[in-house]
């Protein structure tokens, strides 16, 4: 039996972006770490619970304004911004510094949630 | 957010709680059973059944804690249908307190764990600031009596 979880490699990849402090699996419905790649002093679980339910209200939000799937979320900040995309109740969520390039982290996150089925 | 409590000191970090974990009922108890503080169940003889179920169960778990890891399993979390229970204790410098809550879709575990610890911390400060407890611990012969009157008190009978 691996130890590695399925979602270690694509959160790697994630966190050498630059700027990109860390990047989770959650699942969307609990609010819970699935998987995660972050710098320490990161408050994980805080972030992922939070991103999660606004990851949920912004997919939900979309669906019922008729525009379809939410496809990629970002929230800025005044010291960082937070982005997550999903797909069947995960959510893959990216934590960067304003410096972070969202450009290549948007392509890197659509790209990863292909793994999520 | 309404919230029915017996001793003051618990009122806010509760409320707190409820807001911002978005849970459908809350029960703050002793772990005797002895109901402090309630949100959300409008019948007395509810609040009575889901104290004696959550102390049952707090006892239960924390007792397979000391007997299969040597030590009382903490939180516990039931996730049904529609409907999920999360109970943990919390340590304060009045005594050990158990909470319980129920959620739904509204909100998740995540959330309600973050709260949570939230919740701790505020009991723990409110404790802390909170006048003696004049009345001394709970026992046996007035057990009843302490409860009756701590419902009749959360359901404005008192």
Known sequence: MSAVSP??????????????????VVSESDGIVVDSNLQIGLRG????????????????????????????????????????????????????????????????????????? | MSVAVVEGWVEEPLRQFVEDARVLLALLLQPSGQVLAQHGF???????????????????SAELGRQLDGRPFAVLHHAGRSRQIFLA???????????????????????????FAELQARLAKAAAAAAPDA????????????????LAVLFGRG
């Open chain 1, 7 to 24: 979602f270690a490699e694509l959160l790697a990849s994630l966190v050498r972006q630059r700027g990109v402090l860390g990047s989770m």
């Open chain 1, 45 to 117: 679980p805080a972030v992922a619970a939070l991103a999660a339910s606004l990851y949920r209200k912004a997919r939900l939000s979309a669906e019922a304004a008729g525009f379809g799937e939410c496809a990629f979320l970002q929230l800025e900040a005044e010291r960082g911004r937070v982005c997550a995309v999903g797909r069947n109740d995960l959510v893959l969520v990216a934590v960067a510094e304003p410096r972070a390039n969202v450009g290549l982290i948007r392509v890197e996150m659509l790209r990863a949630v292909g793994a999520f089925g």
């Open chain 2, 42 to 60: 409008s019948r007395s003889v509810d609040v009575m059944s889901a104290c004696a179920l959550a102390a049952a169960i707090h006892a239960s």
């Open chain 2, 89 to 115: 204790p919390v340590q304060t410098t009045r005594g050990a307190l158990v909470c319980l809550a129920v959620f739904d879709a509204v909100t998740s575990l995540g959330l309600v764990q973050l709260y």
């Open chain 2, 135 to 150: 009345k001394g611990p709970v026992l046996a012969g007035n057990f009843e009596f302490e409860l009756n009157r701590n």
